[in-house]
């Protein structure tokens, strides 16, 4: 039974209306004590997830325009401008009372008042994505402007490999020609190049080389500098390099960055530099394609072979095909009912395909590149 005050108001209830509002309070703090916590407790998550995503995005679409110039399709590119993730949390508070009284059945009364208290949070995520499609005078300056040659050396300067960066990015050094694809044909280097590459990448390994930008005039220009070393390798190396080069740098070892096919005078490296295009084509005519497409006509034979003997006629970047890419393939795509995948075990290719990142930025823009802007309002 219910024991009543002086005043006859039933005690169970005077307590549980006395502490109703001391309840609901507690669970509306309980509810909300996350909120202030969310933007900066979503910051490590979003830059590792968006980051994730970004490279994913590119790497598939990078390796979707390869296998579509090697079955004679244009490339296309759609850019990542800006991401907007915005965070809303909803709370909200329900509060039920359940109150005994003097005119229930004695059989079914309570000591006290009954209380329900409920509450509820929803947290959404509602990212706004803004992609730039690549037309007009961007397409030109990605896909058929030359790399900057300065730009080139800048990366051999960042620690990137000699022999890989130019092998991929150069046709041609002080008119020393390297290989390249004409008309579905590889068409072989000079005897000199490949030794030349072999031999920067000693000089570049010892310490040897180094690249600068100076003011001359009106334009910045690049300027290599190779110095010469203290032990016989490193001094045979800095002689072959500089006579197969017909170089006559001045008295500080610099030679000035030019693009041309030929060099004016002893004191210049005449680089001519491939566009973006020339790169994605050169890749294309090294898929392992499935024998009855070649067949059927859909598209050439494969130029550059796994199988050759010379590791530098075979693919800079080895894309297998097949009915199903492997489970950790670095990147893969579907092609019709054919599948193309880069091995996550293959480095070497890896290295290659990832560098293709920054040649066109540097085709384009002439320095490396920035991620899209990502912002993060939290509601």
């Known amino acids: ?88 949390l909803d709370t909200n508070v329900s509060i039920g009372v359940t109150s005994n009284t003097l005119s229930t059945a004695a059989s079914s009364q309570l000591p006290w008042s009954a209380t329900v208290v409920g509450a509820g949070a929803s947290y959404q995520d509602r990212p706004t994505i803004s992609y730039t499609p690549l037309i ?24 990137l490999p000699a022999d890989v960066v130019l092998q991929m990015t150069v046709r041609s050094l002080n008119g020393i020609k390297n290989q390249g694809i004409s008309g579905g044909t590889l068409e072989p280097a000079d005897p000199e190049f490949y030794p030349l590459l072999d031999a920067l990448r000693r000089l570049q390994n010892a310490g040897r080389l180094s690249v600068r930008t100076e003011k001359r005039g009106t334009e910045e220009v690049g300027v290599l500098t190779v110095v010469e070393g203290r032990t016989p ?114 480095f070497n290719s890896k290295r290659s395909f990832t560098l293709m990142m920054i040649f066109t930025a540097l085709a384009e823009t002439g320095v490396v590149p920035q991620v899209p802007a990502l912002t993060l309002p939290v509601r």
């Not at 006859?8 to 307590?15: E, K, M, S, V, W």
């Not at 590792?48 to 325009?65: C, G, H, I, P, V």
């Not at 007009?136 to 620690?159: H, M, V, Y």
């Not at 500080?252 to 041309?260: N, Q, S, W």
């Open 1 to 88: 039974m219910n024991l009543l005050s002086a005043t006859g108001t039933p005690i169970g209830r005077f307590l549980f209306f006395g502490r109703a509002p001391l309840f609901a309070t507690l669970v509306l703090l309980a509810a909300t004590a996350g909120c202030s916590s969310i933007g900066p407790s979503s910051v490590p998550r979003d830059r590792s997830d968006y980051l994730k995503a970004l490279a994913t995005s590119w790497k598939t679409q990078m390796l979707s325009n390869v296998v579509n110039i090697r079955y004679g399709e244009p490339p296309s590119f759609l850019d990542v401008a800006s991401i907007v993730s915005s965070y809303s």
């Open 136 to 159: 007009g005078d961007r397409f030109t300056k990605r896909l058929i402007r030359p790399i900057p040659p300065a730009g080139i050396f800048e990366l051999i300067q960042s620690g």
């Open 233 to 346: 390798e490193v001094a045979r190396d800095f002689n072959f390099v500089r006579d197969t080069l017909r170089a006559r740098p001045d008295k500080d070892g610099d030679l000035l960055i030019v693009f041309a096919p030929t060099p004016r005078s002893g004191r210049e490296l005449a680089v001519l530099s491939r566009s973006m295009g020339d790169i994605l084509l050169d890749l294309a005519w090294g898929i392992d394609v499935p024998a009855e497409h070649v067949a059927s006509g859909r598209t050439l034979p494969t130029v550059r072979v796994n199988s050759s003997t010379s590791p530098r006629d075979r693919p800079m970047v080895k894309i297998d095909s097949g009915t199903a890419p492997p489970a950790n393939a670095f990147a893969a795509v579907e092609y019709g009912n054919t599948w193309y995948w880069i091995d996550d075990n293959d």
